[in-house]
């Protein structure tokens, strides 16, 4: 990765007053480094943010503080404000060309998709998405790349292993059988369990729920028999009473 230079003034203004840096365009930020003393800096926020879109956490820096100081340094942490996500604060980390850091490297997929992608069948499954080396912080990458082309099946991997990249110059801590990518299954044998147990109580519910209405029905249905069958008798011993009444009139 190539040096990036970025302007800085040293800084005076300290505590809430950098609020009013900040509505000048300038951001505040801290140069520090081992064994170094902690030095007040700020930077133009336009300037910065186009250089730390190139340099990232990885890229060296050339800090130019003032007229004469020249520190090299690593963008160590950046502050955003949680309310508005504005951009409030950067911390440098000046270097020694000579020792080597630890730096976290993005990994990057690159090439074409799988025919098993594309038809839906499975997905890239990326289950590490940096790696942290160890290097010298002039041979310190950018990203790492992992081209997938090479994936045709379900559980197709790649390894920490199988990437490529400097070894002679980044060192790295984990091991080399560890997964950064595999092809998985658009539906897992979990999933596809969770579904079918789901399938199976809407059927259930769908079962309790019709046999109910059947039961109410047939309880409806008996009673209204049961109504009509009482309506009848009622009328009949009505209709009897009329005509025994009748009689008793005739006799009189």
Known sequence: MGRLSLNAEERKILGKKVKKLRQKGKLPGHVFG??????????????FLKVFKEAGET???DLKIGTKK???VMVREVQYDPVSDKLIHIDFYQVNLSEKVKAPVPLILIGEQPELVKS????VL???NEL?????????????????TGLKNVDDVITIGKLKFDRSKLTVQVSEEEIVVKLAPAVTAEMEKLMEEQAAE???????TTGG????GAAATEGEAQTEGEAQAEDGQTKKESHGAKEEASKE
């Open 126 to 128: 990326q289950t590490l």
């Open 70 to 72: 020249i520190r090299p």
């Open 34 to 47: 081992k064994g170094l003393e902690s030095e007040s800096v700020c930077v133009d926020e336009k300037t």
């Open 59 to 61: 890229g060296l820096i």
């Open 132 to 148: 942290e080396v160890e290097a010298l912080p002039t041979d310190l990458v950018e990203k790492i790349e992992v081209d997938i």
């Open 120 to 123: 839906g069948e499975v997905i």
């Open 202 to 208: 809407t059927a259930a519910v769908a079962v309790e």
């Open 213 to 216: 209405a059947e039961t109410e």
